[in-house]
């Protein structure tokens, strides 16, 4: 089982970055799909979620209107689109799957990706 992020990287405030994270390794479209981030000093916190058919997603208040997550069950990936970046979402994003139903006990995280809003 694999989960790969990447697009992290230095962005000014006020700028947009894309994450990918490429699943394999296990049944994609059985499990749901998040993203969650931790700073410095601080807890992981969920930003966003993705039901494994693409049909409900649910954000972090922080982020709601600035985030978008999506997925491509086709190409085993998940994406966060991230506008109106804010020097207070610099953190390691994770990617995280859950499985549902029978699979609901297997959950899966990558090893992160640094994003860092800095002018």
């Known amino acids: 089982v694999q989960l790969v992020e990447s697009g992290g990287g230095l962005v000014q405030p006020g700028g947009s970055l894309r994450l990918s994270c490429a699943a394999s390794?296990?049944?994609?479209?059985?499990?749901?799909m998040s993203w969650y981030r931790q700073a410095p000093g601080k807890e992981r916190e969920l930003v966003a979620g993705i039901t494994n058919t693409g049909s409900s997603t649910n954000y972090a208040d922080s982020v709601k209107g600035r985030f978008t997550i999506s997925r491509d069950n086709r190409e085993n990936t998940v994406y966060l689109e991230m506008n109106g970046l804010k020097p207070e979402d610099t953190a390691v994003y994770y990617c995280n799957a859950k499985g549902k139903g029978t699979l609901s006990a297997l959950t899966y995280w990558g090893k992160g990706t640094l994003v860092t809003v800095s002018s």
């Open positions: 390794g296990f049944p994609f479209r059985w499990y749901d």
